[in-house]
T-cell receptor, first 113, second 111 residues
Framework: NAGVTQTPKFQVLKTGQSMTLQCAQD?????MYWYRQDPGMGLRLIYY???????DKGEVPNGYNVSRLNKREFSLRLESAAPSQTSVYFC????????????FGSGTQLSVL | SQELEQSPQSLIVQEGKNLTINCTSS?????LYWYKQKYGEGLIFLMM?????EEKSHEKITAKLDEKKQQSSLHITASQPSHAGIYLC???????????FGKGTHLIIQP
């Protein structure tokens, strides 16, 4: 029972480097989400994909891009990492939008130096 | 702006004691979700409330949504060390853009 799988679990970047966070779900869910979690700020939505082929901005999209590669996979890209992007990133999925519960991955801890 | 306030921010409770965590929305909720997060891990779904006055229980955890659908409480009876973690409420305000989460309540259970 894999559920939502995120890679990598940990990453350290230098300012200006780029990287892609990978997320895959095996539950045939339509909707996928990227959140970041920061101390004192809670979880904030970066981007979401309501269905395959669509993506939309969330609360804090600046500095990020996403790709819904297929129904299973939703990646998050940092083109030029900044220290402000140091955070824990969570991918989540749901069957039919937020009216159904979200399933979360175990997170990626990213540090930008 | 839409807001979701969660209280308290942190809670230290002696094992065996009861506790309550609150979540208040600035507007009527379509749904209210409770999640638990163990330190360093992802979020695990606990309960979903959608109807005014609804109450759900799972083991020693009970969640309620008020009649106006703007406030929810999570109550733990006879707390155990396994209850320790971060509890987050998530609001569905009817949009397609995912849940809006509260900032979380850090729960510590003292033996």
């Amino acid at each position: 029972n894999a559920g939502v799988t995120q890679t990598p679990k940990f990453q350290v970047l230098k300012t200006g480097q780029s990287m892609t966070l990978q997320c895959a779900q095996d539950m045939n869910h339509n909707s996928m989400y990227w959140y970041r979690q920061d101390p004192g700020m809670g979880l904030r939505l970066i981007y979401y994909s309501a269905s395959e082929g669509t993506t939309d901005k969330g609360e804090v999209p600046n500095g990020y891009n996403v790709s819904r590669l297929n129904k299973r996979e939703f990646s998050l890209r940092l083109e030029s990492a900044a220290p402000s992007q140091t955070s824990v990133y969570f991918c989540a999925s749901s069957q039919g939008g937020v009216q159904e519960k979200l399933f979360f991955g175990s997170g990626t801890q990213l540090s930008v130096l | 702006s839409q807001e979701l306030e969660q209280s308290p921010q942190s809670l230290i409770v002696q094992e065996g004691k009861n506790l309550t965590i609150n979540c208040t929305s600035s507007k009527t909720l379509y749904g209210l979700y409770w999640y638990k997060q163990k330190y360093g891990e992802g979020l695990i779904f606990l309960m979903m409330l959608q109807k005014g006055g609804e109450e759900k229980s799972h083991e020693k955890i009970t969640a309620k949504l008020d009649e106006k659908k703007q406030q929810s409480s999570l109550h733990i009876t006879a707390s155990q060390p396994s209850h320790a973690g971060i509890y987050l409420c998530g609001a569905d305000w009817g949009g397609a853009d995912g849940l809006t989460f509260g900032k979380g309540t850090h729960l510590i259970i003292q033996p």
